[in-house]
């Protein structure tokens, strides 16, 4: 039972399984259109909402730092996501490479941490565009009904109408092609790349040196004692977070973290692209590269026009112009928010879809989900079963709490990909690798390292529900995965084609 636990399935084999006409999905994607892909995902909630409140609560106009600080450690996962990629090009991004790597086990386990945290990120990204739009009807005079906003309304029912509707057209979409996607999502990236200039452009000439002073503020005592919401390198080391000081530039690193959440999507995507040898390594850190450099110029400039200490937590770059009596810009940026926040939804959905698809495709889920559409050649039935799920699961819940799981799940990916690419150098030296992560295994090492630190950074409610969701998905794998795999019966056919449609 133990070696079956951890039996591996070769890189070759996970090629072949692509190239069954029931289970291909259609190649269609440039460097480009992953890139687009990448910075659509990653600009979203984190640069919009997270400046405002890091810098009030630790790091003061040193945000900027903690921005760079995160990215550091995203692009040194991102260098094993670009090599894993490039040499495993098949859909399923951390759940494949684990499988030809570490084995079936912590496969699934990558693979169900996953599952939940795009379900999350989609369906919390969900209401926050809703919470935005109907902002908007309200400055136009148009307000929805209370229960139709997600709060409670009279008889103690509340759904969000805007939510679910958003997750069911990109359904719709993705089920239509990643093409249409594709361009979707790279015109709505435009506007979203602009509001972000706009922001840096013209907040720039409404700096003032005055509010960059102290730009490392002095550290202030934390409250003495730990809790369950106390982070968890507080509760094991009695190492409270840190207010401000040069450990504040670190906390606030771990929370800014959920701003870059994404990039790693662009791996899910390889099995649709035309040379993913070569495009998705440059899609990856292209996209990693553009967000960090506009995330630290956004940083520095709403630091620059309003004193940390004023900044608003909700909406800080918004009020920044409000505060210089520039509503104009104010609400260019709302609706840039609003409008770019559909960008995040699509492409965490679709990563969800195409993890789900490669687990199916390889009988740890039902073998039924991993058929493709006969015309779109898109994953039809996963996409559509989980879109439904998520908009309801966005209707009826805030998940303001639950939102920390979303960075766990990451957090928790870069710690197995990075340890894969050790192991896959080891174990098959003779792959051809069209991309390499530099100086192995430092760099994976030091990955791991500085991905747990922000792991322990987060609040030990997070870790307790982790567990949860992983004892959950223990048991449908000993229930139904372990037995149902195609590496359990490896002279189990592939289904057999479907007979063409009567015309």
């Not at 509340?158 to 990643?178: N, Q, R």
Request: aromatic letters at 10%.
């Amino acid at each position: 039972m133990g070696s079956s636990l951890f039996r591996t399935k070769n890189v070759e084999q996970s090629i072949r399984d692509t190239e069954e006409p029931e289970h291909a999905l259609k190649k269609s994607l440039s460097a480009l259109d992953l890139t687009v892909f990448g910075v659509g995902v990653i600009i979203g909630t984190g640069i919009f909402v997270l400046t405002g409140q890091v810098a009030k609560n630790n790091a003061g106009p040193a945000v900027a730092l903690a921005f760079v600080a995160a990215g550091v450690v995203c692009a040194l996962a991102a260098l094993c996501y670009a090599e894993f990629a490039s040499t495993v090009p098949v859909a399923g991004s951390a759940y494949t490479f684990s499988y030809a790597s570490l084995g079936e086990l912590p496969a699934w386990i990558i693979g169900w941490d996953l599952v939940l945290e795009f379900a999350l990120g989609t369906a919390v990204v969900a209401v926050g565009w809703s919470g935005y739009i109907r902002s908007l009807l309200d400055n136009a005079g148009w307000h929805l009904p209370e229960y139709l906003s997600g709060r409670d309304g009279a008889h103690g029912f509340g759904f969000d109408i805007l939510a679910a509707l958003l997750v069911l057209v990109l359904t719709a979409i993705l089920v239509l092609g990643m093409k249409l996607s594709a361009r979707i999502t790279s015109l709505v990236v435009a506007i979203k790349v602009a509001v972000v200039l706009i922001v840096i452009i013209a907040g720039a000439f409404f700096v003032q040196s005055r509010n960059y002073h102290p730009f490392i503020p002095p550290a202030q005592p934390v409250p003495a004692g730990a809790s369950l919401k106390a982070p968890l390198v507080q509760l094991m080391f009695g190492w409270a977070p840190a207010n401000f000081g040069v450990m504040g530039i670190f906390t606030a690193a771990s929370v800014v973290f959920f701003a870059f959440i994404g990039f790693d999507i662009v791996a899910t995507a390889a099995e649709e692209t035309r040379n993913p040898q070569r495009d998705v390594p440059r899609g990856i850190l292209g996209s990693l590269i553009i967000c960090t450099v506009l995330y630290v110029a956004v940083s520095v400039v709403v630091t620059g026009m309003q004193n940390y200490t004023q900044l608003s937590v909700d909406a800080p770059l918004a009020d920044a112009f409000k505060s210089i009596e520039h509503p104009w810009y104010a609400g260019v940026i709302s609706f840039g928010a609003a409008i770019g926040l559909t960008t995040v939804c699509l492409i965490l959905l679709l990563g969800q879809t195409r993890v789900f698809f490669a687990m199916s495709r390889d009988g740890l889920l039902p073998r039924f989900f991993s058929r493709v559409h006969p015309r779109f050649r898109t994953p039809h039935r996963p996409t559509i079963l989980l879109g439904v799920i998520i908009a309801i699961v966005a209707g009826f819940t805030s998940l303001s709490e639950l939102a920390e799981l979303v960075n766990i799940g990451t957090l928790f990916a870069f710690v197995v990909v990075a340890i894969s690419v050790i192991i896959l150098r080891k174990t098959r030296p003779d792959l051809p690798r069209a991309f390499r992560t530099p100086w192995v295994p430092v760099v994976p090492i030091v990955s791991v390292c500085a991905t747990l630190w922000l792991m322990l950074n987060l609040p030990a409610e997070t870790w307790l529900r982790f567990a949860i969701w992983m004892v959950i998905g223990f048991a449908v794998y000993f229930l139904y995965g372990r037995s149902h795999s195609r590496l359990a019966h490896p002279e189990q056919p592939s289904e057999p084609e479907p007979a063409p449609p009567i015309s």
